[in-house]
């Protein structure tokens, strides 16, 4: 199983971007599907965006227009570009391999907090 670290969260002001990172352990060249999930304080995880191995994306109704994932399987990288951010947005990032709905998976990462004032 690849291993998955993200990275790229902080603290930003009301419709500002961030960009943020899920490096992975092995190469992502073969993996079909990423997606980036989040989980915002007493809610449930959910999936934020996913992207194929052929560049196809999908994204939650909340960030559409906002957010893009994107791949770089030559860094075995997954990014996902956040503009127009809003105190909802806040929340930890997550990314995992599959893009499965949240409750699939048993193992989490660490994540990366994105704060975004109200």
């Known amino acids: 199983q690849v291993q998955l670290v993200e990275s790229g969260g902080g603290l930003v002001q009301p419709v500002g971007s961030l960009r943020l990172s899920c490096a992975a352990s092995?190469?992502?060249?073969?993996?079909?599907?990423m997606g980036w999930y989040r989980q915002a304080p007493g809610k449930e995880r959910e999936l934020v965006a996913s992207i194929t191995k052929g560049g196809s994306t999908n994204y939650a109704d909340s960030v559409k227009g906002r957010f893009t994932i994107s791949r770089d399987n030559a860094k075995n990288t997954v990014y996902l570009q956040m503009n127009r951010l809003k105190f909802e947005d806040t929340a930890v990032y997550y990314c995992q391999e599959g893009g499965f709905p949240a409750t699939y998976y048993d193992y989490w990462g660490q994540g990366t907090q994105v704060t975004v004032p109200s």
């Open positions: 092995r190469s992502i060249f073969s993996i079909n599907t």
